[in-house]
């Protein structure tokens, strides 16, 4: 049974009300990720006082309860007294009062005997109280991973990121709005997830989008943009500029780690079922080979060729098997893309096969809905946030301890994590890795593409793609892509000279392609359009003869007509001649002709 973790709605259903608040606010500042024989627990949490009067007297009491032995018993006991019974608890008293609106960091340091004279590995559900003369004045329920004996295979947890931003540019390459600029800035999400990825290190891998990291490089060397007051211009060597060219080297610094994976997007992130829909599979491919080239090419590093995240976790059962068909091995999706199978006993696992109804499947990571959940909450407590994760993490593992399973965690294109949840995450994950806990670790980050070879045993080894709802490309759009696609190849027909300039005009059609087009077609349809005036502006540094007559002294005679050519590169064009009253003998009225870099051709 899939359980979805919930830190608001109340999980009993004989539950008639939400308790009284207390009068005393605690929050957890930090905790033992896991206790061991030699390691008891370690807390501090942070009581304010909020009322108007002192508080005197105060004792703060720590009780562990038995084993959680599932998921839902585990799930209960953050909301309500848990349903099993209390092992052992003690009380610490506190020195001095809590003044009224301040608050006071208290610390707790015990080695518990019952706990650690357990030789079972287990959950225990852990609750933190406040009194003072017998009132209970705060509470807060958290949970305690204990590890009795070495772990023989840790539970491997993928952590996956999209660092897509959805920069929004124009044709001249302008951006439409500073939202890739406050992503870098203090707080952003660019910025919080490198910074995090810098301070502590753990496996992670990093689904990148091209056009973001393309954009960067354009703002360092300054940039325009576009906002509803006019037009800014930000010049090379500008704060903005030099935060944009200093996010770009720390990127390039993450995928130079061997711990990390570089998955790049296809490149301007379209909607796969769209274009597949649309029949332009064949652009499908050309925005992934592009996406690899340009993220490969900017961050200095082989990208993987296998790990495919398709924008916005799209999909539909025929796209599945043309990338199928395009060599991709893995995807990364979001959990509502492939929800968990009915009939499960314990949590789904994190890799499945795709199955879409055809001989074509694809191996797919997708991440735990009720650790998803969690960290989508906010309880205004990340340090606890972060523990309870790490619990259900635990739960995860004590559920089949000598399986090589694994669980993942996706931050996807939307999801701007908080800043201090992602750090106490990563603190725990680290403390909790083979690196630092060699001996006790039950939990193994790792990349994505390691987590893709644990096995699942039939028949949950299978999901049903819950296919996604996206808009179609209209058939204006598709209209005028043709017209886009037949004018580069009439340029492309009459000269081998001008491949760069080709190849920028066919990055503006496939960036009409992007997904933030789909629904708002206009802004694609003026890449297409720009396309088109970039071919014709080529063809307009071709100049027909100028308006002169020709005399012929005989009923046979000899035309000359002479076109100039500008365009600095040779053209090869087909010239055609006209005329009511006249025959043309020899070879006709059209002469295919070449034109040199710079010059007059004579026909």
Do not use: C
Not at 111 to 134: D, T, V, W
Not at 385 to 413: H, K, N, T, W
Not at 416 to 424: D, K
């Amino acid at each position: 049974m899939a359980l979805a973790l919930s830190l608001v709605a109340p999980l009993l259903p004989g539950r008639a009300q939400e308790p009284e608040p207390l009068p005393v606010r605690l929050t957890l500042v930090d905790q033992t990720t896991f206790a061991t024989p030699r390691q008891g627990v370690r807390l501090s949490v942070e009581a304010t006082n909020p009322g108007s009067q002192p508080l005197a007297n105060l004792k703060i009491t720590l009780s562990i309860y038995n084993p959680a032995r599932s998921r839902s018993e585990y799930e209960q006991s953050l909301e309500t007294e848990p349903p099993v019974t209390l092992m052992e608890g003690r009380s610490f008293p506190v020195n001095g009062a809590l003044d009224p609106g301040a608050s006071r960091t208290l610390a707790i340091q015990w080695r518990p005997p019952n706990l650690l004279a357990l030789q079972e590995s287990a959950l225990h559900p852990m609750k933190i109280q406040l009194a003072s003369e017998g009132v209970e004045l705060g509470l807060l329920r958290t949970v305690l991973v204990y590890i009795n004996d070495r772990p023989v295979l840790p539970l491997n947890l993928s952590l996956t990121f999209v660092l897509d931003e959805r920069v929004a540019v124009r044709p001249g390459g302008a951006m439409a709005g500073d939202r890739l600029e406050r992503s870098i800035g203090p707080g952003g999400r660019l910025e919080t997830i490198v910074a995090t990825i810098e301070q502590i290190p753990i496996p992670v891998t990093l689904v990148v989008a091209p056009l973001t990291l393309d954009q960067l490089d354009r703002m360092s060397r300054g940039y325009r943009v576009i906002e509803p007051a006019g037009v800014r211009d930000v010049p090379a060597g500008s704060p903005e500029a030099e935060r944009a060219r200093i996010m770009l080297e720390r990127i390039r610094g993450l995928a130079r780690n061997p711990a990390i994976e570089v998955v790049p997007l296809p490149l301007a992130s379209p909607s796969v079922p769209a274009l597949v829909t649309a029949g332009l599979a064949s652009d499908l491919e050309s925005q992934i080979v592009r996406g690899r080239d340009l993220t490969g090419g900017l961050l200095g590093i082989p990208v993987s060729t296998t790990l495919f995240r398709p924008p916005g976790s799209a999909l539909s059962n025929a796209s599945v098997g043309v990338l199928a068909g395009l060599g991709i091995e893995t995807l990364l999706v979001d959990a509502e893309t492939l929800p968990p199978p009915a009939g499960l006993n314990l949590s789904p696992p994190a890799t499945a096969m795709v199955d879409t109804g055809t001989q074509l499947s694809l191996r797919a990571i997708t991440p735990d809905p009720g650790i998803q959940s969690m960290l989508q909450a906010d309880i205004g407590d990340p340090a606890l946030q972060a523990q309870q994760v790490i619990g259900a993490l635990s739960a995860i593992y004590f559920e089949q301890p000598g399986v090589d399973r694994g669980a993942a965690i996706m931050f996807g294109e939307g999801d701007a994590p908080n800043p201090e949840l992602l750090r106490a995450l990563f603190l725990r994950l680290r403390r909790a890795s083979p690196d630092v806990s060699p001996r006790t670790s039950w939990l193994r980050p790792v990349k994505a593409s390691r987590l893709a070879l644990t096995t699942v045993a039939p028949p949950f080894d299978v999901r049903v793609l819950a296919p996604s709802r996206v808009a179609n490309l209209s058939p204006t759009f598709l209209a005028e892509l043709r017209r886009a696609r037949g004018a580069i190849e009439q340029l492309e027909s009459a000269t081998s000279q001008a491949q760069a300039l080709v190849e920028r005009l066919k990055t503006l059609l496939l960036m009409s392609e992007g997904a933030d087009f789909t629904d708002d077609e206009r802004e694609g349809l003026a890449f297409l359009r720009a396309v088109r005036r970039g071919v014709n502006r080529e063809f307009d540094k071709v100049s027909p003869p100028s308006g002169t007559s020709v005399t012929l002294t005989s009923r046979r005679g000899v035309i000359p007509v002479t076109v100039t050519n500008s365009t600095g590169y040779s053209l090869r064009l087909r010239v055609t001649l006209l005329s009511p009253r006249l025959e043309f003998l020899q070879e006709g009225d059209t002469r295919v002709v070449v034109l040199n870099q710079i010059g007059r051709a004579h026909v």
